[in-house]
């Protein structure tokens, strides 16, 4: 046996392996060499083994997802203690899988981050997406949200310009702090979520030191049909860590893939992941006691007034044993919901809702909700089918096959039973508009976040804001300084004097022969794009390269 082998093996004992088939079934006696006239010669067409492998490997990579490209995942379960704080939990939701205290769910964790692509460093400042699949016996429920507890606008007309923003230029395909600075300078409702991403909530240590939260507001639905708003939580019970700059840039350099390995090593050694899940409660309605509207997504729901209450708990035990087909194909969506849950009118929801399942429809293909990763453990019975790839039983198609269609006379599939869910009926009164809400208080509780951070962490922020806005528009800067003010006056001025001292700097270092940075009229070190860091790496890259002759 190999040394390699050994090692793959985890052990010296010899290992009975199967033979290698084609896709067809048929051995492969030869997965070396393709046939040729003699052993140098030209190639055969009749080369069936090769020209199938060379054809699958060529198509084997689905389109990356526009956003939470780079990610991984696991298996596990969803414990439910069968309450809501001391509650039961049927005062709220008739949703199942918050019933019956004890009962386990399985479940997929897919984390990921969000403007990178499928390789970017797992050390970039960025949310971290953080999407679990519930298989319930209703059917399946995505409950998909961030790590950081809100976002960086409250419409979702916003979301493909701000992606777009956040992504890498697309002329030099370099990327470019400043673009997202010029979009969320003109985007004041962004500023609490800067102020998180730019502190170290910005670089979770690992995806098993990090908090999970649905973002968006939702409802519950008991069995009278009566409903409330809520949001959810997930709370490590390893507890939180999070990076500096200088400690994630000394992680990224030996390092790209760093949460990733771990989370999967933790799971092999049988440090199984946990978090507890909390939700907040409130009634429905327009909270005019509230600053804020309560369906803003740029916002957090006080604790105080509105008490984070446990409802069950989630264990990881299980890795993946095919990535691609578990989590690259793994499919998510807002609207994946079960009976005894429902939407809010979250103006971010309603638009998520139809972005994410419209994106594995491109990615993956109509028919991705076949796949056994994304199939509920409950029976599914459609009169949607056909397209590419479809792997529809006839079971699915009920009691008679010839009847793909409803309503009927004659057979097929009919309606569930209303009777047994008391549907929840909002009531709505108003003028169709194009407008935003009437509660923006887009600096309140980013100057209370600012606030509520350890001298460390304002640190940290404050020293992040001001190295990347040195390099951007004066009036980039000028707009950034004045969200800033407009939430703490100590948070502006720090951050205008970080501006103004980064630019000293830079103007120390700069030489007459290097790119202006900026309309200030700074002599700058730094081109078109990146950080101080960034652009650092691009010259040390030539400085510290050595010479050799070519051979």
Not at 169 to 176: E, F, L
Request: net charge negative; proline share 6%.
């Amino acid at each position: 046996m190999l040394a390699e082998d050994k090692k793959m093996n985890g052990s010296n004992e010899q290992v009975d392996r199967e033979a290698l088939t084609t896709r067809q079934g048929h051995p492969v006696i030869d997965n070396q060499n393709i046939k040729t006239l003699g052993n140098r010669g030209p190639a055969m067409m009749e080369n069936y083994h090769f020209i199938e492998k060379m054809s699958h490997f060529d198509r084997e990579e689905v389109p990356e997802r526009v956003v939470h490209a780079r990610g991984t995942g696991a298996f596990g379960y969803f414990e439910t203690y069968g309450k809501v704080g001391d509650e039961p939990a049927e005062k709220y939701t008739r949703a199942k899988v918050f019933q019956d205290a004890g009962k386990k769910t399985p479940v997929l964790v897919r984390f990921s981050t969000v403007a990178g692509s499928k390789d970017a460093p797992e050390t970039d400042r960025d949310p971290r997406g953080f999407a679990v699949k519930f298989y319930t016996e209703d059917g399946n429920w995505d409950l998909v949200g961030n790590n950081l507890k809100i976002f960086f606008i409250r419409d979702a007309m916003k979301f493909p310009d701000m992606i777009h923003a956040f992504k890498a230029d697309p002329a030099s395909n370099v990327p470019d702090p400043r673009r997202m600075f010029d979009f969320v300078s003109r985007s004041p409702e962004a500023t609490h979520m800067i102020t998180f991403l730019f502190s170290p909530w910005g670089r979770p240590a690992t995806y098993r030191h990090m908090q999970g939260s649905g973002v968006n507001t939702y409802k519950w639905v008991n069995d009278k049909g009566e409903a409330v708003l809520v949001k959810y939580h997930w709370e490590p019970k390893q507890g939180i860590r999070n990076l500096t700059t200088k400690d994630a840039m000394e992680i990224q350099g030996k390092n790209v893939a760093h949460m990733t390995q771990d989370l999967y090593e933790a799971i092999e050694r049988g440090e199984y992941p946990e978090w507890e899940l909390y939700v907040q409660i409130m009634e429905d309605g327009y909270h005019p006691e509230l600053d804020f509207d309560p369906l803003d997504d740029t916002k957090l729901w006080p604790e105080d007034k509105f008490p984070w209450l446990p409802v069950g708990k989630m264990v990881l035990n299980e890795n993946p044993t095919d990535f691609h087909s578990q989590i690259e194909q793994a499919a998510f969506g807002t609207g994946v919901l079960v009976d005894g849950m429902d939407f809010s009118d979250d103006k971010m929801l309603q638009g998520r809702t139809f972005s994410y399942s419209d994106t594995q429809r491109y990615r993956v293909g109509a028919n991705y909700l076949q796949l056994p990763v994304n199939a509920p453990k409950a029976k599914v019975r459609t009169n949607q089918h056909r397209g590419q790839m479809s792997m529809r039983t006839p079971e699915e198609a009920g009691g008679n096959p010839h009847i793909n269609y409803e309503p009927s006379m004659v057979g097929g599939l009919q309606e569930a039973d209303k009777s047994e869910r008391t549907p929840h009926n909002p009531e709505y009164s108003g003028k169709v508009m194009s407008e935003q809400i009437d509660r923006p208080n887009n600096y309140g509780q980013a100057g209370e976040t600012y606030r509520a951070f350890e001298e460390w962490e304002r640190e940290e922020l404050i020293s992040n804001l001001s190295d990347v806005l040195s390099i951007c528009d004066k009036r980039i800067q000028d707009a950034m300084v004045h969200h800033f003010t407009q939430a703490d006056e100590d948070y502006g001025r720090r951050v205008k004097e970080g501006i103004e001292a980064k630019m000293k700097e830079i103007e120390a270092k700069g030489d007459d022969d290097r790119l202006p940075g900026q309309e200030a009229g700074v002599k700058s070190k730094y081109g078109e794009g990146g950080t101080n860091a960034q652009n650092e790496a691009v010259d040390e890259a030539v400085e510290k390269g050595r010479e050799t002759d070519g051979y």
